[in-house]
């Protein structure tokens, strides 16, 4: 069973930065591939960064050139840097791990937020 843990995330003013890390367990990580969403109350949930198995990326437009995501296989971790920081950022974020099969699992979700 796959399992997904993540850790960072916290309270910061608009302008800085924090890093989000998933630490994947449970099965082969580098086959997965790997997303962080998000969700703001109120709202949906939201695809903010994605990396497939090969290292492809692919980001929403909100975050295109403040946010990076990335991935370590030695380490089964997926991380999202995230530099510029909006108070429009503020949301609660959750590792996605979608297995060859288009299985998806999630983590238990971080609250992130940026102070004006």
């Known amino acids: 069973q796959v399992q997904l843990v993540q850790s960072g995330g916290g309270l910061v003013q608009a302008g800085g930065s924090l890093r989000l890390s998933c630490a994947h367990s449970?099965?082969?990580?580098?086959?997965?591939?790997m997303g962080w969403y998000r969700q703001a109350p109120g709202d949906q949930r939201e695809l903010v960064a994605a990396?497939?198995?090969?290292?492809?990326?692919n980001y929403a437009d909100s975050v295109k050139g403040r946010f990076t995501i990335s991935r370590d296989n030695a380490r089964r971790t997926v991380y999202l840097q995230m530099n510029s920081l909006k108070p429009e950022d503020t949301a609660v974020y959750f590792c996605?791990?979608?297995?060859?099969?288009?299985?998806?699992?999630w983590g238990q979700g971080t609250q992130v937020t940026v102070s004006a």
């Open positions: 990396i497939t198995s090969n290292g492809s990326q």
């Open positions: 449970g099965s082969i990580f580098s086959m997965y591939a």
């Open positions: 996605n791990a979608r297995s060859p099969l288009a299985k998806d699992y």
